[in-house]
């Protein structure tokens, strides 16, 4: 499965959201790491400038998390396909006028893929986007939970 993931995950990972989102985030990605699924990110979008800037952080644990995101998931083909823009056709009207201009490349980002789901941490991207069936957006929280689940059942 061909996942888009909004910044959360670096927000979360950085320990912005505070402990309980981190230790659920490095387990995405531990889990992500051991099935066939993969990211896809854009290659100059806000989402790989955050991901390269989270590199810098002086705090030791943060420095080991980034590692975990970069050596494990985004340098290996078999865990994240990163996207040229110039590659990618432009987004379609309909879905670019309810989606907020800093978002867009997320959208981008899922068609140029193509992924699977969008998953996201914003209820309003979500909303924006829930009536129209060419984006399958989940909320992080609920993928995360079944995400889980599945890797248990497994």
């Known amino acids: 499965m061909d996942l888009v993931l909004n910044e959360w995950i670096i927000h979360d990972l950085s320990g912005e959201n505070g402990p309980r989102r981190q230790d659920e ?22 989402w790989m400038r955050k991901a390269y ?4 952080q002086t705090d030791p644990l943060i420095r080991e ?18 996207l040229n823009p110039s590659e990618i056709p432009p987004i379609p009207q309909i879905l670019l006028d309810p989606v907020p201009e800093d978002d867009r490349y997320l959208i981008q980002t899922y068609l140029g893929g193509p992924a699977d789901v969008l998953v996201t941490g914003d209820e309003r ?6 009536d129209k069936p060419d984006i399958r957006i989940r909320l992080r929280d609920d993928f995360l ?10």
Not at 69 to 81: A, C, D, F, I, M
Not at 125 to 130: D, E, I
Not at 145 to 153: A, G, L
């Open 65 to 82: 998390l980034s590692r975990l995101l970069h050596q494990e998931v985004l340098r290996n083909p078999q865990k994240s396909r990163v």
């Open 25 to 46: 985030a490095v387990r995405f990605l531990e889990v992500l790491v051991e099935k066939c699924d993969r990211i896809v990110v854009l290659q100059t979008s806000a």
């Open 125 to 130: 991207l979500r909303n924006a986007l829930s």
């Open 145 to 154: 939970r079944e995400y889980f689940r599945e890797m248990s059942q497994d």
């Open 53 to 56: 800037r989270m590199m810098k």
